[in-house]
């Protein structure tokens, strides 16, 4: 079984503060792990992903995620907020469950960027 | 290549009613998912088909249903609509096979309001 907590479904920060979003999965083989992001009133598209090699992962708009299995966690973060950043963002985990791979979205968390 | 495209964008419909969406996915992707969003339960699965099969299912009653055809093609069923069923239905379509990440494509939503 596998599963992804994302904690705080609501982050505030400042416009120029650091992103820091959160993210653990659990996954009893290898997973891959994904960070997607939906604006308003559109579907999710793809920030980045983490297959195998380079632990440290950088996505579209500045944005980057670092895989650390030993504490399970993918979070997402970026140095600087930016007003065009508020978005919903989804933490992903893609694991080999029955012979393909199965995909499991946590329940996103909602970034509002204070000017 | 064309994006995942969902018909209709909008419906609204009164409780009691059924309705059918539909979901085009990305040439050359033969997995479709369906999921439905709202503000308070965030992003749920409904359920998975691959090859006019359903592989995965979610923790949905048996109002919801969905089928595949031969070029891809998904359709999801909602019955006896209850005003609770008011959501942004997303669908995915992704690549399968391989064993590599399985990135998942989403169309842009359709919005359902029951009234």
């Known amino acids: 079984a596998q599963s992804v907590t994302q904690l705080g479904s609501h982050v505030s920060v400042s416009e120029g503060a650091l992103v820091l979003l959160r993210c653990n999965y659990s996954?009893?083989?290898?997973?891959?792990l994904f960070w997607y992001v939906q604006y308003p009133n559109q579907g999710l598209q793809l920030l980045l992903k983490?297959?195998?090699?380079?632990?440290l992962v950088k996505g579209i708009n500045g944005f980057e995620a670092e895989f650390k299995k030993s504490e399970t966690s993918f979070h997402l973060t970026k140095p600087s907020a930016h007003m065009s950043d508020a978005a919903e963002y989804f933490c992903?985990?893609?694991?080999?469950?029955?012979?393909?791979?199965?995909?499991?979205f946590g329940i996103g968390t909602k970034l509002q960027v204070i000017p | 290549k064309a994006g995942v495209t969902q018909t209709p964008r909008y419906l609204i419909k009164t409780r009691g009613q059924q309705v059918t969406l539909s979901c085009s996915p990305i040439?050359?992707?033969?997995?479709v998912s369906w999921y439905q969003q709202t503000p308070g339960q965030g992003l749920q699965f409904l359920f998975e088909?691959?090859?006019?099969?359903?592989?995965n299912k979610g923790n949905f009653p048996g109002r919801f249903s969905g089928r595949q055809f031969s070029n891809s093609r998904s359709e999801m069923n909602v019955s006896t609509l209850e005003l609770g069923d008011s959501a942004l239905y997303l669908c995915?379509?992704?690549?399968?096979?391989?064993?590599?990440?399985?990135?998942?494509?989403f169309g842009p939503g359709t919005r359902l309001t029951v009234l």
């Open positions: 995915a379509s992704s690549h399968v096979g391989g064993g590599g990440a399985r990135e998942q494509f």
């Open positions: 996954s009893s083989v290898p997973p891959y």
């Open positions: 983490y297959t195998t090699g380079a632990t």
């Open positions: 992903a985990v893609s694991a080999n469950s029955g012979g393909y791979q199965k995909v499991t």
């Open positions: 040439s050359g992707h033969r997995s």
């Open positions: 088909y691959f090859s006019e099969t359903q592989r």
